[in-house]
């Protein structure tokens, strides 16, 4: 493994030696792009934490012509002020496929949430910790169209055009605590980039 990398683990027992940021809980938030790969990334840092609750701008129903940062709201009423409080979030994950709510889950406080999304790591987030993922606007294109679809193309790129704007306002990428390459992350590690990289254009 090269020395610049950082493995998941390692990321883990730093983030647990944080202050809680929301009730009991370090609110982890993974920022970035679309198709940066910010999904892979929580994925396996969750595996390496045991299993927090995980929850996604995707587990919202979000249009591709909205604000990026429409999720929120709802996120907020259901999940971060009852934890913030010391009481269990609820949340009625959006199935993009079927087109409907799914039924409701109970988010318990926990010493670790993550939440994924563009917007996950905007000014307002109670977050004890902001990773910004990115890649190559190329690449993370490919990505996005292999997962949603060619005929969404045009969505894709409106989507892209509107989240920089974001991004940029907001200053997202220069609060970031850890700066990630979203280029390969694997399982196993990941590479820090040596500085918030600028959307590729």
């Known amino acids: ?77 259901a999940v971060l002020d009852p934890l913030c409080a010391g009481e269990p979030g609820r949340l009625r994950r959006y199935d993009w496929r079927a087109g409907r709510h799914g039924p409701t889950e109970t988010v318990p406080p926990a010493p670790v949430m993550i939440i994924e999304g563009v917007g ?20 993370r294109r490919a990505r996005a169209l292999l997962r949603d679809g060619p005929d969404l193309a045009g969505a894709w790129d409106a989507w892209s055009e509107r989240e920089d704007r974001h991004f940029t306002a907001d200053r997202t990428r220069e609060r970031a605590d850890l700066p990630v390459d979203g280029t390969d992350p694997g399982h196993r590690s990941f590479a820090p980039a040596r500085r918030p990289p600028a959307t590729a254009r």
């Not at 390692?10 to 970035?32: F, H, N």
């Not at 307002?124 to 190329?138: L, V």
């Open 120 to 139: 996950a790591a905007w000014r307002g987030s109670p977050a004890a910790y902001r990773i910004w993922i990115d890649a190559p606007r190329s690449l």
């Open 1 to 77: 493994m090269p020395d610049d990398r950082m493995t998941y683990p390692a990321l883990a027992a730093r983030l647990l030696a944080l202050p809680p940021s929301c009730g009991p809980a370090r609110v982890v938030a993974v920022d970035g792009p679309s198709g940066a790969g910010k999904s892979t990334f929580a994925a396996h840092l969750a595996a390496a934490l045991d299993g927090p609750p995980v929850i996604g701008s995707d587990d919202f129903r979000v249009p591709w012509n909205a604000d990026p940062l429409t999720w929120w709201r709802p996120l907020t009423e």
